[in-house]
């Protein structure tokens, strides 16, 4: 499996190595490993994997006084300015392989529809510099790059996006 595939995976099940919504902080721990930053504010929880960057609150779905996920993202845009070994969780890199930094949508797209799913435009979350997508039957959405450069006039922009790449998947 390729890291397309994680990113094809996350989008169409909502999942990363079997944990998504509502699991816990134990949960995604166990999934992703012990090396990450914790960033506790206004009750709640922000776990900084690098690539991987879960959010948590508490007494989510009837768990009382516990945490739960409410929602992930893929922070794809993160691997242009950080090639470290850290920035991929060693679990993610052990069973998908290398992360390239740049993943281009119409890549993500043909994945995605290869899973018997469809991609929209979301006009309501779409901006001058980012498209948004939805994909079907999930919770996902695709950020892409409209603008590499909002504020100047090239492509690729000065950081080294480009028009077209994917800046991150969204489970909310």
């Known amino acids: 499996m390729s890291a397309l595939d994680f990113y094809a995976h996350v989008a169409v099940c909502g999942e990363v190595l079997g944990v998504g919504l509502g699991a816990d902080p134990e949960a995604w721990e166990a999934a992703l490993g012990a090396t990450c930053l914790d960033v506790p504010g206004g009750g709640l929880l922000r776990r900084d994997y690098g690539l991987v960057e879960i959010n948590f609150s508490p ?3 009837g768990r009382q006084g516990q945490m739960s996920c409410f929602g992930f993202g893929v ?11 850290s920035t991929v969780p060693s679990l993610l890199s052990r069973e998908y392989g290398e992360f390239a930094p740049r993943v281009p949508f119409e890549d993500l797209r043909t994945a995605i529809l290869a899973l018997g799913h469809t991609i929209a435009l979301d006009r309501h979350s ?37 028009r077209g790449d994917v800046w991150s998947v969204d489970v909310w």
């Open 75 to 85: 922070k794809i845009q993160r691997l242009l300015y950080d090639q470290s070994p």
């Open 59 to 61: 007494d989510q779905s």
């Open 126 to 162: 779409t901006s001058s510099d980012v498209d948004c997508y939805r994909v079907s039957a999930s919770a996902a959405r695709i950020h892409v790059v409209a603008d590499a450069d909002p504020y100047g006039s090239g492509d690729p922009g000065p950081d080294g996006h480009q």
